[in-house]
């Protein structure tokens, strides 16, 4: 009865190959025996399990789509979101991490690097001998990036960084951070800075109700000499994050489908099993309604997210179409475990289950990577033309 069960009302198992099926069940198999157990334990203790970070590589969760030549795992996109929904079946927190290791650091030194970073940094970072973090967020600019402060000047043989970072997933154990920065003509750019170089701190940002199994702190830049051989220099401006953050949000819109699946499988589980007025919970009205919304709101976004890896994976799904996919389905994901931990009464306010702290988790799904507002106005502004946020 403990066995993960999955979900699959349309049979989209037949719109999956082979290989689809192989690394989802792969995954599944990792993250049922090693995230699972320990998972639990660890988020109650606010601390990261590093021990998973190899596994995590093994199983193709840094870079899967990277290709082969660098270390990734050279998967098309309907198999990186399968793993992101296995992942984040067991822990959102852990899918973050896997999250910015590939799409926020691997990603852009993968488009946006020289052939000398990816070659330097890429293998490491798929293996996780290398962990990375992605510094774009500032303590006064979240949902709007372009006002950032943090900035670089050239001093001729090298490059002089100062400002700060916030809110940065991975951040206190990073060997790396690619870091957005603003040039003396206010053009930002993706610098790679290295831990250990002087000036440059990562102090952990502490009592968090979420993510609590995701480690998350500050950047700190204080006057910190980056050798000019760190610049990405592939692409600048804004657009350059943000395409890293279309790769990031796309796995999240699957993840958050795993976090769903996990509790209404659970609630489901628990319905049947739970006896209050000499009949299962699960055979009166209410509770059905709650179980049949859930299963159509899963099934709903299996569909949109399936169809949208397949237009990512002919170059052809755009930034608006991933907001809507990141937008609703984190946001079926919340309301799923709302309604899974009431399922559960009493219990399900505990850690005997996973409901609650997926509920905890997603309350930072839904503010990261843009949030539940951001994108409605993204969509906005894709069908009217005009930009209601700025
Ligand atoms: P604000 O931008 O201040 O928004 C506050 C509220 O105002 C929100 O509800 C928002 O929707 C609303 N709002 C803002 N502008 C408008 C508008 N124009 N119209 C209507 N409503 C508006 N960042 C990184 O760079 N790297 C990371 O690794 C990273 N990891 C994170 C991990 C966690 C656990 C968390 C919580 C955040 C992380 N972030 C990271 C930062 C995250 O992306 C930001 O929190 C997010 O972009 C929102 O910014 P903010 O928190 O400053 O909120």
């Known amino acids: 009865p403990d066995l993960f069960q999955a979900p699959d009302y349309y049979n989209l198992d037949d719109l999956l190959t082979e290989e689809h099926k192989l690394v989802r069940d792969s995954a599944r ?73 590939s799409s926020l650091v691997m990603y852009p030194i993968w488009k946006f690097g020289t052939e000398e970073q990816r070659v330097k940094y890429l293998p490491k970072l798929a293996t996780g001998e290398y962990m990375g973090c992605f510094g774009l967020t500032e303590p006064d600019h979240g949902s709007n990036p372009s006002g950032m402060t943090t900035n670089y000047k050239d001093m001729g043989d090298h490059y002089l960084l100062n400002g700060a970072k916030m809110w940065i997933s991975n951040a206190p154990f990073a060997d790396i951070a690619v870091v957005w920065a603003k040039n003396e003509e206010g053009r930002i750019h993706g610098l790679i800075v290295e831990r250990g170089m002087e000036g440059f701190t990562t102090p952990e940002t502490h009592n968090k109700w979420s993510l609590r199994a995701s480690s998350t702190g500050e950047l700190i830049f204080d006057n910190v000499k980056i050798p000019k051989e760190n610049l990405l220099t592939g692409k600048t401006g804004l657009g350059a994050p943000m395409q890293c953050l279309d790769s990031a949000r796309y796995g999240i819109a699957w993840g958050a489908i795993g976090a769903a699946m996990d509790c209404y499988d659970t609630a489901l589980r628990y319905a049947k099993e739970r006896i209050q007025f000499d009949k299962p919970i699960a055979g009166t009205q209410l509770q059905q309604k709650k179980l049949a919304e859930m299963i159509t709101e899963i099934t709903k976004a299996q569909l949109l997210t399936w169809r949208l890896g397949v237009l990512r994976n002919e170059g052809r799904a755009t930034t608006a179409q991933i907001s809507m996919a990141k937008r609703n389905n984190v946001d079926m994901a919340i309301n799923i475990a709302r309604e899974a931990r009431q399922i559960l009464g009493g219990m399900g306010i505990t850690g005997e289950y996973s409901i609650m702290r997926h509920m905890m988790n997603l309350e930072s799904v839904i503010t990261y990577e843009g949030t539940h507002d951001i994108h409605l106005l993204i969509t906005g502004l894709d069908i009217t033309g005009i930009a209601a946020f700025k």
């Open 29 to 101: 198999a990792w993250v049922k025996r090693e995230v699972s157990p320990i998972i639990e334990d660890y988020a109650q203790r606010a601390e990261f399990p590093k021990q998973i970070i190899k596994g995590l590589g093994e199983i193709g969760g840094f870079g899967p789509y990277i290709p082969e030549e660098y270390g990734g795992a050279g998967l098309d996109q309907i198999s990186y979101g399968l793993i992101m929904q296995e992942i984040e079946r067991g822990d959102s927190g852990v899918r973050s991490t896997s999250s910015v290791q």
